[in-house]
Nanobody, 125 residues
Framework: QVQLVESGGGLVQAGGSLRLSCAAS????????MGWFRQAPGKEREFVAA????????YDADSVKGRFIISRDNAKNTVYLQMNSLKPEDAAVYYCAARKPLLPAAATLTDYDYWGQGTQVTVSS
């Protein structure tokens, strides 16, 4: 069983930056694809970015391309989401997710097996 704990959310002005972190338990982090999703009020949870265990990165091009960067530190069992040039439409609860080991990056909720409890990001205009 993998436990995921997100941190780093908060209130930021439009145009500002935040870095989200997700700390994972377990011994298989370095061979695990990690993803970030977000859910705004009244909307479905949507894919933001993923990084595979081989460091291949995938982004939701329409919404975050060029502004968000996903990265990982296997020594710390942590995945990050650097969010720049934030917009009011980026406001949501951001969730970290993990696949079972040795699986590639994916953009579908059902591809992920473990989820954190989320961290709130609020962007003021």
């Amino acid at each position: 069983q993998v436990q995921l704990v997100e941190s780093g959310g908060g209130l930021v002005q439009a145009g500002g930056s935040l870095r989200l972190s997700c700390a994972a338990s377990g011994r298989t982090f370095s061979s695990t694809t990690m993803g970030w999703f977000r859910q705004a009020p009244g909307k479905e949870r949507e894919f933001v970015a993923a990084i595979s265990w081989t460091n291949a990165r995938t982004y939701d091009a329409d919404s975050v391309k060029g502004r968000f960067i996903i990265s990982r530190d296997n020594a710390k069992n942590t995945v990050y989401l650097q969010m720049n040039s934030l917009k009011p439409e980026d406001a949501a609860v951001y969730y970290c997710a993990a696949r079972k080991p040795l699986l590639p990056a994916a953009a579908t909720l059902t591809d992920y097996d473990y989820w954190g409890q989320g961290t709130q990001v609020t962007v003021s205009s």
